[in-house]
């Protein structure tokens, strides 16, 4: 299992403010693997990139406050009841998910990052 950085960012739910975080990242040719926004009154924007320092780089040229979390990935088979083979041994370890993505798929794999309270522990019950 990997780490991945996720980073998240709060954005005014106003138009432009998803391009504005788009084209700083293209600035520093960052690729983003998997995104997810929410809009309430204000807009929060979580994401992994392929570039940490790239990312950093880029939300500090915005101004942005943002904020980083470890997250970890692993591959599972793309099938019915992989997930929740995972989800299970978490919560019977009483490890809380409070974030995950889903970052590539192939016809017989899926790879997910996910950000997780206790991530040491997480390692050992699922054995990586």
Known sequence: MKKATEFSINLPDIPGALNDVCVALSKYDVNIQSIAGVATKDCTLAMITDDDLGTRKAFDELGAEYFENET????????????????????????????????????DVTKIAFRVDNPELARQVLNL
């Open 72 to 107: 970890l990935t692993m591959e599972l088979p793309d099938q019915s009841g992989a997930l929740s083979n995972v989800t299970r041994v978490l919560t019977d370890a009483e490890v809380n998910i409070s974030a995950i993505y889903i970052l590539n798929r192939s016809d």
